[in-house]
């Protein structure tokens, strides 16, 4: 059934790119050489036709590209082999892959052991190390999630003819950048290097929604902070802010030195033409910085702010309960002479003592009262 032409030219022509042609029928008459070659091509198309990304846990795309097109999917056990033909690269996307999974890309691409353990467990801090011919890059991403910073981290392998991404944490599926990678296959054919600056890239503008997040209720903070009270619980707010800038900073600026090692000559892999994409990329991050210094320091204001305005209010509190006291001292010092159980008073048989003492207890308040309107504590 192989033999068949008719079979065979619908083969070929299902598993090609898009815009290529191919004859819908053999020729009748083919030198040997030629038609070692027509089988040679029919076993790779085949093979495409056939490859699908595996059912596997921790990989979410594996995909292989030519001159910037997409080809197929393919297994985990046939990457190796993709990634050493000349021209292709294998992108592979995996989220929390297991030590097994990791193990079996060593084993595919030469992957360093220290990177691997790296790979495995999250909480690294941002930074790029050369394995030989091979880089591997750590990441952290930012995203808003119930009015909190979630973070994850994304570590990608990078060498020849291979980009792995392994996501950990709370993170941005890679997908949009995948899609819009291949939306543009002259940049994708730029290679590996192309596509750690798309990560790169994708990662540093998801900083600005987070930002812009916080910007705005910083601004609602501040429209508020002098025409309210503030509770315990809206200042506890202000400080989790201030925090949580403080953890973006630290996961977005040693990506700037990470891009800055991108930019000089003398990685593999990196060409030099793609070191203005790098330094766009260093450019982005320092924007973030400026915007996460400036939130910081509108914050700090808001906070000594907050804690003064307390400290006003308890003030004012202070002031009128003062006034109050000052008024009804007067009653009761009075009341208190009167009360005394002496004999000889003076005025104790006078008749109309007791309205006298009454009118001017009540002179003595209203004038206090005023005087206290007047000086502003009540």
């Known amino acids: 059934m192989w033999s068949g032409e008719p079979f065979l030219a619908l083969k070929v022509e299902a598993v090609q ?50 001159d910037g097109q997409r080809i197929a ?21 995996l989220h929390e892959p297991s030590l097994d999974l ?38 952290r991403t930012a995203q808003m999630l119930e009015g909190r910073i979630a973070f994850g981290e994304t570590h990608v392998f990078v060498g020849q003819g291979y980009v792995v991404s392994v996501r950990h944490g709370p993170s941005t599926s890679y997908t949009p950048v995948r899609e819009r990678c291949e939306a543009s296959p002259t940049a994708l054919s730029a290679g590996e290097d192309y596509i750690l600056y798309a990560l790169l890239d994708f990662i540093v503008d998801n900083y600005m929604p987070v930002i812009e997040a916080i910007q705005t209720e910083v601004e609602d903070i501040e429209d508020c902070i002098l025409a309210e009270t503030y509770t315990q619980s809206r200042v506890g707010r202000l400080y989790q802010l201030r925090r949580d800038l403080l953890r973006l900073r630290n996961a977005a600026i040693p990506l700037v030195e990470v891009c800055r090692r991108l930019e000089q000559p003398g990685l593999p892999g990196i060409d030099a ?86 009118v001017i207890i009540a002179s003595v308040c209203g004038w206090l009262y005023w005087r206290f309107r007047q000086n502003g504590w009540l």
């Not at 083919?30 to 070659?37: H, I, S």
């Open 17 to 66: 790119p898009e815009g290529s042609t191919v004859r819908s029928r053999c020729p009748k008459t083919v030198a040997p050489d030629a038609t070692a070659e027509r089988w040679l091509h029919m076993a790779d198309a085949l093979k495409l036709a056939s490859a699908r990304t595996e059912d596997t846990p921790g990989v979410v795309a594996s995909a292989v590209y030519a």
């Open 102 to 139: 990791l193990r079996r890309l060593q084993a595919e691409f030469g992957l360093h052991e220290l990177a691997i353990e790296d790979a495995l467990k999250a909480h690294q801090r941002p930074k790029l190390e050369q394995y030989g011919e091979a880089l591997f890059v750590v990441a």
């Open 273 to 358: 033409s793609l070191y203005p994409l790098f330094r766009d990329v260093s450019d982005h991050i320092r924007r973030v910085q400026e915007e996460i210094e400036s939130l910081r320091e509108v914050l700090a204001f808001a906070f000594e702010t907050s804690l003064m305005t307390g400290q006003a209010q308890q003030t004012e509190i202070t002031r009128k309960l003062a006034a109050w006291a000052a008024i009804l001292a007067v009653p009761t010092a009075l009341a208190g002479i009167y009360g005394m159980n002496f004999e000889h008073m003076p005025e104790l048989e006078w008749q109309y003592g007791y309205a006298f003492v009454l």
């Open 73 to 93: 999917e393919v297994p985990i056990e046939d990457v190796g082999e993709w990634s050493r033909k000349p021209g292709h690269v294998v992108w592979i996307g």
